[in-house]
């Protein structure tokens, strides 16, 4: 669905050449939810306005939703829905209209014509009941519903969105997810989002791509990524308090799979590579050593882990909105 090969932008400013983006190579498979995560200033934006065509690359080539970017810019743009930061609507027309504006705007007909098409969005994103009201006096959350049914108002096989949740709450994130999920579910639309937000990758994506200082760093499903580049960790607790556990890590360290294993008091933590399978190992070697479990605990590094192994800084360090 979008094929990118050496995208780069570079912008001219007093302070010299700024090089937004640096050769990018990136795929995505029609149905899929990519996540584009990086810090401020990564190259996340240009990047995405590149590839919906509302910025020349200054390199590169690339094919989206079946299109040149380069030759076909207007074939590009019919065939994607993006939408960007800062949403699009007027706060004092209603919802209805803005939608109705966006059908005319791309001439939507089809058997049931405009109306019908947003019907099914209104359903869709659970905006039914909404239409009378002013853009400007819905929720958050419906706002960003709103937002992105106006994106799909053309039904196109291909979506971008540029944090979509950034600024709601909690539950209204989770909220947002679900309706975007939906979309690849039932509709099989691509969906190419921009994220600050790690849990949001880890939740709702299916392939992550993590940009820093305008280059791809790591790229994978998020559990992948987190394997990759972490390792998981097995915590254990013997019975028989300090000694027991010094015992542990001396029967544990070593051993296929095991990168790190470190006694704190009474509890031993392992760096393993897999952790579902080194699990198995570890107790049977521990069984075989007679020593005791009081307990035992697997964790996945997070996106966070991830993300600082990478690039060296912590994503938590960055402005949420
Ligand atoms: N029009 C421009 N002129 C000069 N420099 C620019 C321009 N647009 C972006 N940049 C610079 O390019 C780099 C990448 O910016 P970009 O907006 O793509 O990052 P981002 O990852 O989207 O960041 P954020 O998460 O803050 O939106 C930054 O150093 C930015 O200052």
Redesign the pocket.
């Known amino acids: 669905m979008i094929e990118a090969h050496g995208l780069a932008r570079t912008?001219g400013?007093r302070g010299g050449p700024?090089e937004?983006?640096r050769c990018v190579d990136l795929a995505v498979a029609p149905g899929e939810i990519v996540g584009f995560l990086?810090?401020?200033?990564?190259?996340?934006?240009?990047?995405?306005?590149m590839l919906t065509t509302l910025l020349a690359p200054t390199a590169g080539t690339a094919r989206v939703a079946g299109r040149d970017l380069r030759s076909d810019p207007a074939g590009v743009r019919r065939r994607i829905g993006y939408v960007g930061?800062a949403g699009g609507t007027d706060p004092g027309v209603p919802a209805g209209e803005e939608l109705r504006l966006q059908a005319d705007l791309y001439g939507v007909a089809g058997a049931r014509g405009a109306g019908g098409r947003i019907a099914e969005l209104c359903a869709r994103l659970d905006l039914e009941g909404l239409q009378e009201r002013p853009s400007g006096s819905l929720s958050g959350g419906q706002r960003r519903r709103l937002d992105i049914a106006l994106g799909l108002v053309h039904r196109p096989p291909l979506v971008f969105l540029d944090?979509p949740a950034t600024g709601l709450d909690p539950h209204s994130r989770g909220n947002l997810w679900e309706h975007i999920a939906r979309l690849r579910d039932q509709d099989g639309t691509t969906v190419f989002l921009?994220t600050?937000y790690l849990e949001e990758a880890d939740a709702l994506c299916d392939r992550v791509l993590i940009?820093d200082r305008?280059r791809i760093v790591a790229e994978g499903t998020p559990s992948e990524l987190k394997r990759r580049v972490s390792g998981d960790v097995v915590t254990l607790e013997p019975a028989g308090g300090e000694a027991a556990a010094g015992r542990a890590r001396e029967v544990l360290s070593g051993r296929p799979g095991v990168r790190e294993a470190r006694a704190a008091g009474p509890v031993v933590r392992l760096r393993v590579e897999d952790g579902d399978r080194a699990l198995v190992e570890l107790v049977r070697a521990l069984d075989a050593a007679g020593i005791e479990l009081a307990s035992v605990r697997l964790a996945r590094p997070s996106l966070d882990d991830v993300f600082l192994t990478v690039t060296g800084r912590s994503l938590r360090d960055?402005p949420a909105a």
Not at 39 to 48: F, H, I, R, V, Y
């Open positions: 912008f400013t700024v937004a983006v990086g810090p401020n200033g990564a190259g996340k934006s240009t990047t995405l306005r930061q944090e921009t600050h940009i305008g960055e």
